[in-house]
C-alpha cells in the first residue's frame, strides 16, 4: 500500500507557467473570436472528419493540453450553434456577452459548490435573486432560485404550485386524492409545461390547453368555462399557467384578468415569463405585463433576453415557506451547526432539485453590475424596434407576408408567390429557410402559425443592428424567386 505512495500525483501542472501561458492564449483566441464574429458565417456544417475525431476510443494516455487545444480549435470552436453571431435569430437563443465568459472563467476558479452555508456564492445569489424581486414586483419576503433553464424554472415552480395545492399529494402520492389534479394554460404554452406536468405525475392529460384569440393570447371566457366544467366533474384545478411572452409569437396573455381568475378560484398562479417577463426592464413594455406582480410563482430565463452566457435561469415564489416544503428535507450529513461553513440562511441546496450547483450567479452579477440595467432595458426596446423594422419590411414587399401580429420582438413571416397552393408555399419556405442556415446567411427557424409554416425571428440579440434584419429580407426574396422561376 505504501507503494502508491511513493510517488504521489496531482492534477496541477508540474509547471504553472506553461498552464498559464495556454490561458492566456486561449483568452486573446476568445475576445478575437468574439470581437470578429459578424464577419464569419453564421453556421457551418461539421466535417466528417470533424466528428471522426469525436469518436475515438478512451484516451489513456495524457496529450498535451497544447495538442488537445489545436483539436478544439480545429473540430469544435468552428462548427458552433450560431447564436453569438449578430444574424442569429433561431428558437429563442440568447448571443452572451464577453463578460459573461470571464464571469463563468472565475466561477469555475472559484469552483464553489453553490448549495448554500456561509460563503460568498450564497450572498452573490441572493443579491441577483433580489435585483429580481424587485425588477418583477415581487414582494421582499419571496423566495428564488437560479436554475439551469426556463424549462427547470417551470419544473421547480410546478413542483412547489402542486405541493402547495395538494398537501397529502408530497407525502402519500397522487393516487391519494383519487381524482385528476389539473393545471390550465394557453394552447400556445411552451411544451416544457408538458413536460413538467408530465414529470410531476399529474399526467400531460392534465395540462387543459385553453383556446387563444386572434392575438394568440388566451381566452380568458374559455378558461373560466374550462375551471367550471373540471370542478363539476370532480376533477381537482390547481394552478393556472400564464405566458409572458408566448414562444411562437411572443404574445403576452391578459395577466391581470388570469390573477383575478386565479384569486376568485383560490388556484397556484404561475406565470411563465422566459424570455418576455424581461420586457418589465423596459418602461415602455412594463405596462403590458401588468399583473406578472401578482404570481405566486415566476420562471424566465437569464441566457435568453438578458444576454447572459448559458445556462442561467431563475424561479422566484411569493410564498416565502413554499420553496422550502417542496425541497427541503432533513438529513443529517446536511444539518447546520452553531458555527464554522454550515451555518446561514440561504439554503439553495433545499430550494430545487439540485444539491450541488454550480455558481451560476456570478456571471450574471459581474454582467448586471458591469453594464447596468438601465442599458439591458435599452437593448430589450431596441430588439422590440428591431423586430418591429423588420416586419414593416415584410409587410412592404409583395412576396413577403406577416403571419403573426408582432407584439413584442418575435417575428412570423413567410414569403408568398401568386397561383402556389398552401402546402408549396410551406414546402418552398422550409427551402428557403434551409438555404438560409446553410448558405450561413442568417437563421431564423421555423414555425407553424395556424397551419401555415413561417420563417420565424425571435430577437434576443445584443450584436444585430438594421442592416442584418434588411439583409434577411433581401436573402429571403432573392432566394424564394430563384426558387420559383420558370426554367
Ligand atoms: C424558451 C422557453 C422556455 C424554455 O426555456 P429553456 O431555457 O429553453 O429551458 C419556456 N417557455 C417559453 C415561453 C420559452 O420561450
Not at 72 to 101: D, Q
Not at 146 to 160: C, I, P
Not at 461 to 480: C, I, K, M, Q
Request: aromatic share 8%.
Amino acid at each position: 500500500m505504501t507503494d502508491k505512495l511513493a510517488h504521489e500525483e496531482t492534477l496541477d501542472p508540474a509547471n504553472w507557467s506553461e498552464v498559464r501561458s495556454m490561458g492566456h492564449r486561449m483568452m486573446d483566441d476568445v475576445m478575437n473570436d468574439l470581437s470578429s464574429i459578424r464577419s464569419r458565417p453564421v453556421w457551418k456544417r461539421i466535417p466528417d472528419a470533424a466528428k471522426a475525431s469525436l469518436n475515438i476510443p478512451v484516451p489513456r494516455e495524457p496529450q498535451s493540453l497544447e495538442s488537445v487545444y489545436d483539436e478544439f480549435r480545429k473540430n469544435v470552436e468552428p462548427y458552433a450553434l450560431g447564436n453569438r453571431h449578430p444574424s442569429f435569430w433561431g428558437w429563442v437563443i440568447g448571443s452572451g456577452t464577453p463578460t459573461g465568459v470571464l464571469g463563468d472563467m472565475l466561477a469555475s476558479a472559484m469552483n464553489t459548490n453553490a448549495s448554500g452555508f456561509e460563503q460568498s456564492s450564497a450572498y452573490v445569489e441572493a443579491q441577483v435573486i433580489n435585483w429580481f424581486k424587485s425588477l418583477m414586483g415581487f414582494p421582499e419576503e419571496a423566495t428564488g432560485l437560479l436554475v439551469s433553464s426556463g424549462s427547470a424554472g417551470n419544473l421547480t415552480s410546478l413542483t412547489v404550485a402542486r405541493d402547495a395545492m395538494l398537501p397529502d399529494a408530497l407525502n402519500d402520492g397522487l393516487f391519494s386524492l383519487g381524482k385528476r389534479a389539473c393545471v390550465y394554460a394557453s394552447d400556445e404554452v411552451h411544451n416544457s409545461v408538458d413536460k413538467a406536468v408530465g414529470v410531476l405525475g399529474l399526467g400531460r392529460s392534465s395540462l387543459r390547453r385553453i383556446a387563444t384569440k386572434d392575438d394568440f393570447t388566451i381566452d380568458v371566457d374559455a378558461l373560466r368555462a374550462a375551471i367550471e366544467k373540471d370542478k363539476r366533474e370532480g376533477a381537482i384545478p390547481i394552478c393556472v399557467v400564464g405566458t409572458a411572452g408566448t414562444v411562437a409569437t411572443g404574445a403576452i396573455d391578459d395577466l391581470s384578468s388570469l390573477a383575478d381568475i386565479c384569486q376568485e378560484n383560490g388556484l397556484w398562479y404561475h406565470v411563465d415569463g422566459a424570455f418576455g417577463a424581461i420586457a418589465a426592464l423596459s418602461d415602455e413594455l412594463r405596462p403590458r405585463l401588468k399583473g406578472i406582480e401578482r404570481a405566486d410563482s415566476l420562471a424566465f430565463d437569464l441566457h435568453k433576453w438578458l444576454y447572459v452566457n448559458f445556462d442561467a435561469g431563475c424561479v422566484l415564489v411569493r410564498r416565502p415557506d413554499a420553496q422550502l416544503h417542496s425541497f427541503s428535507i432533513p438529513a443529517s450529513y446536511l444539518s447546520t451547526l452553531h458555527g464554522g461553513i454550515a451555518t446561514g440562511p440561504l439554503r439553495y441546496g433545499e430550494m430545487g432539485v439540485d444539491l450541488s450547483r454550480g455558481f451560476r450567479a456570478l456571471k450574471a452579477w459581474l454582467s448586471f453590475k458591469t453594464y447596468g440595467f438601465d442599458k439591458y432595458a435599452r437593448l430589450v426596446d431596441q430588439n422590440v424596434a428591431q423586430a418591429q423594422f423588420l416586419a414593416e419590411l415584410v409587410e412592404a414587399h409583395d412576396n413577403l407576408e406577416l403571419v403573426a401580429p408582432v407584439p413584442l420582438n418575435v417575428v412570423c413571416f413567410r414569403y408568398v408567390a401568386k397561383n402556389l397552393s398552401d402546402s408549396a408555399l410551406d414546402e418552398l419556405n422550409e427551402r428557403i429557410l434551409v438555404r438560409l442556415q446553410e448558405d450561413g446567411l442568417a437563421v431564423p427557424s421555423g414555425v407553424r402559425i395556424r397551419g401555415k409554416l413561417a420563417l420565424r425571428v425571435a430577437n434576443v440579440n445584443h450584436r444585430s443592428r438594421r442592416e442584418d434584419f434588411a439583409a434577411l429580407v433581401e436573402n429571403t426574396v432573392r432566394l424564394g424567386q430563384e426558387m420559383t422561376k420558370k426554367p
